[in-house]
């Protein structure tokens, strides 16, 4: 796995590359998502707002990978089976779901780089070629995820969103995160 990989200084270089690629244009992905739930967040001007701005950042991201990774445009990348599926059912989400529930749907991802981090000893430990990777991909400190949370955790207070459909939403998100680190 990726994270196996760089603990141990074992991760084949192609690897990494194909993964960074899947995540380039996960990015990309993930920016589109933000901007069709967030144009269904009409009647809350906040959601809205948050939504707009987490999409500009996803897409700043796309923006700066694919000049690191030589990409000229999305259609240009073939995704891994599980990263695609993890784009797919984040896409999901956006186009079927509360517009809210986008937010939940990527909770995991910013919640779980800096733990693995934390893990892994990002800051302190030696990853050979990856460290300058790990160390600003998988900050320990990082409290990004927050934000996400706090969002829910509103919607979560005012009805929007269900415990139920929150378990399921994250469950499947996690489990999407698990399989494109495995793949």
């Excluded at 700043?60 to 240009?76: D, L, P």
């Excluded at 050979?128 to 927050?146: I, Q």
């Excluded at 929007?160 to 998100?173: D, I, M, P, W, Y």
Aim: hydrophobic content about 35%.
């Amino acid at each position: 796995s990726l994270i196996y990989g760089m603990r141990e200084r074992c991760l084949d270089p192609s690897e990494f590359g194909g993964y960074m690629l899947d995540d380039t244009l996960y990015c990309y992905e993930t920016s589109l998502s933000l901007k069709k739930a967030g144009d269904r967040s009409n009647d809350n001007a906040t959601l809205k707002e948050f939504m707009e701005s987490k999409a500009d950042s996803w897409g700043k991201y796309w923006e700066s990978m694919k000049v690191t990774w030589h990409v000229e445009n999305a259609g240009g990348i073939k995704m891994g089976e599980a990263a695609q599926a993890y784009v797919d059912h984040i896409r999901n989400v956006s186009e079927n779901e509360s517009p809210v529930y986008t937010i939940l749907a990527l909770t995991p991802c910013s919640k779980l780089w800096p733990w693995l981090g934390k893990q892994i000893g990002s800051g302190s430990n030696d990853f050979g070629v990856y460290t300058s990777w790990v160390e600003e991909n998988l900050d320990p400190t990082s409290t990004g995820y927050m934000k996400y949370q706090n969002q829910v955790e509103w919607a979560y207070q005012a009805g929007v969103v269900t415990a139920e459909k929150a378990l399921e939403v994250f469950t499947a998100s996690i489990q999407g995160e698990v399989n494109f680190f495995n793949s």
